[in-house]
Antibody
Framework: EVQLVQSGAEVKNPGASVKISCKIS????????MHWVQQAPGKGLEWMGL????????IYAEKFQGRVTITADTSTDTAYMELSSLKSDDTAVYYC???????????????????WGQGTLVTVSS | EIVLKQSPGTLSLSPGERATLSCRAS???????LAWYHQKPGQAPSLLIY???NRATGIPDRFSGSGSGTDFTLTISRLEPEDFAVYYC?????????FGQGTKVEIK
């Protein structure tokens, strides 16, 4: 069974950093990109970025560029998302999700997500 | 980036009724690379449909997706109690992938 298990809830002060983990099982970690998605309270879903576990290359959404770092540790089949310079707007649930590529290669296309981790709530408050 | 607008914002229906959810894109979605997810309270989103009309593994056939270009539809033929949730569409035909704002299907 494919599973993504994320680390627990965090409470951070403004200006601090947070690092969330996502450990996979049930498939070959290096075979699929790992994505991260933010969901602010009562809001929708926003893609943050992805990592290719095979070579560690990461791509970030413009909104989070410069503040987010996504990495992968192939020795433990775990992906990480670190968000720095936290502000109250960053209070959200953060999900990791396995990327599924389309069946045909199309320039510029990205991936849909299946499955998702259970989510990690990050609260930024002084 | 492609903006997805979902309608209606909230759909109030009774179990057994048919639900029709719309997702409209600001520009054509390449190769109809559109997915649908549902999210129950306190849970992570879960994949229902990919490629506009392909059901994910284990998804019952009361869920169907259709559409092309800029207009897509998710239909739930007969609502079961477990179907009351929030539904999101996502386009992955061009980077960055983007989500609609969601449609909440609530019990009438």
């Amino acid at each position: 069974e494919v599973q993504l298990v994320q680390s627990g809830a965090e409470v951070k002060n403004p200006g601090a950093s947070v690092k969330i983990s996502c450990k996979i099982s049930g498939y070959t970690f290096t075979g699929y990109y790992m994505h991260w998605v933010q969901q602010a309270p009562g809001k929708g879903l926003e893609w943050m970025g992805l990592v290719d576990p095979e070579d560690g290359e990461a791509i970030y959404a413009e909104k989070f560029q410069g503040r987010v770092t996504i990495t992968a540790d192939t020795s433990t089949d775990t992906a990480y998302m670190e968000l720095s310079s936290l502000k109250s707007d960053d209070t959200a649930v953060y999900y990791c999700a396995t990327g599924r590529p389309p069946p045909v290669l199309v320039a510029g296309a990205t991936e849909y997500f299946d499955p998702w981790g259970q989510g990690t709530l990050v609260t930024v408050s002084s | 980036e492609i903006v997805l607008k979902q309608s209606p914002g909230t759909l109030s229906l009774s179990p057994g009724e048919r639900a029709t959810l719309s997702c409209r894109a600001s520009q054509s979605v390449s190769r109809n690379f559109l997915a649908w997810y549902h999210q129950k309270p306190g849970q992570a989103p879960s994949l229902l449909i990919y490629g506009a009309s392909n059901r994910a593994t284990g998804i019952p056939d009361r869920f169907s997706g259709s559409g092309s270009g800029t207009d897509f539809t998710l239909t739930i033929s007969r609502l079961e109690p477990e179907d009351f949730a929030v539904y999101y569409c996502q386009q992955y035909g061009s980077s960055p992938g983007t989500f609609g704002q969601g449609t909440k299907v609530e019990i009438k």
